[in-house]
């Protein structure tokens, strides 16, 4: 596996980078819907003039997130074609813009991958453009617009991948598997902002909220994973004894990780924030927690894009 590594050139090196920025833009819009209909649940009907200016404060810092990650997802999503593109051409970069392989990849599956992605940012952006208050006319059309984007970004990835040889279930598998990585791996970058901007006690009501929560996405998460797994795996050996499965055992290990941090979270710092009125050092040491457990879960996305793009199950071999 460290010989596949570094054989691996900058032409393959850059499509992984590409592909890494794309996992990071749709875990920021389903992270970030999460997030939105999570505060929006906490909230009481009848907000004070100060709640909804609150409210409204965190629904502009969680547009502009997913915004962001809407336009360098997309970005990355078409310079990603155009070096799938030269990669088929097999003619370095010069093949990057080939009009026949254009044409013939923009008909094939990975142009409709494409389509459905851009597709996808492009409602979040859409969405953004929704006026700022909150009325019910205003927030179906935003939630109605985010939903109908995570719908794609999902849809986008049971058409490319080594589980479209699996079938349909394997299909709609990672689409829930993808929605629950985007929830988890997305919602940090919130949690990890409002550690810095919002009073302990509702602080702790989100975190507590996202906790429980958690435990059935992380649950989804390991099932959806646990049944591709066995899928693409032809005997439970080949974990340790192919490349690809070193790569997801590696994966694993660094997901444990994290779950663990998660964990600390929940059961030793989250439970300390009801004391912290005045002392900003709880919130403080939860925030520099999210803020590792982000960092790792860059590592997971950066090793998800080189294992889906170098290696491969043996079962397609």
């Known amino acids: 596996m460290i010989d596949l590594i570094g054989q691996t050139n900058p032409f393959d090196l850059v499509a992984i980078i590409t592909k890494w920025i794309i996992y990071g833009g749709v875990a920021s819009v389903i992270g970030g819907l999460f997030m939105m209909m999570l505060i929006t649940g906490l909230e009481s009907k009848r907000l004070t003039h100060k709640q909804e200016q609150g409210l409204l404060t965190q629904y502009r810092e969680l547009t502009r997130y997913m915004c962001k ?7 990355a999503v078409v310079v990603n074609f155009y070096l799938q593109v030269g990669s088929f051409a097999e003619d370095g970069w010069a093949g990057l813009f080939d009009p026949t392989m254009s044409e013939l990849l923009w008909l094939s599956d990975l142009g409709s991958s494409v389509a459905w992605r851009i597709t996808g940012f492009s409602l979040v952006l859409l969405a953004a453009l929704i006026p700022n208050k909150l009325n019910r006319t205003n927030r179906f059309f935003l939630f ?27 299909k709609w598998l990672v689409a829930l598997h993808v929605v629950a990585i985007g929830v988890w791996i997305g919602s940090l970058l919130p949690l990890w902002s409002m550690c810095g901007c919002l009073a302990s006690e509702q602080l702790k009501q989100y975190m507590e909220s996202f906790g429980r929560l958690a435990m059935f996405i992380v649950a989804i998460v390991a099932l959806t994973g646990g049944i591709l797994l066995t899928q693409l795996l032809q005997t439970p050996m080949e974990i340790i004894t192919s490349n690809y499965g070193l790569g997801i055992l590696i994966k694993l290990s660094i997901i444990a990780l994290i779950l663990m941090i998660a964990a600390l979270n929940k059961f030793n710092l989250v439970p300390g924030l009801s004391a912290s009125d005045n002392d900003p050092r709880p919130s403080l040491l939860l925030k520099r927690s999210i803020g590792v457990e982000i960092l790792i879960a860059c590592l ?14 043996k079962i397609f071999s």
């Open 300 to 313: 997971i996305l950066s090793i998800t894009a080189f294992v889906s793009s170098v290696l491969g199950p």
């Open 144 to 170: 109605s617009l985010l939903l109908i984007a995570t719908v794609c970004l999902a849809y986008s990835f049971t058409l490319i991948g080594h589980s479209t040889e699996l079938g349909k279930f394997a």
């Open 69 to 75: 990650g809407a336009i360098i997802g997309g970005g």
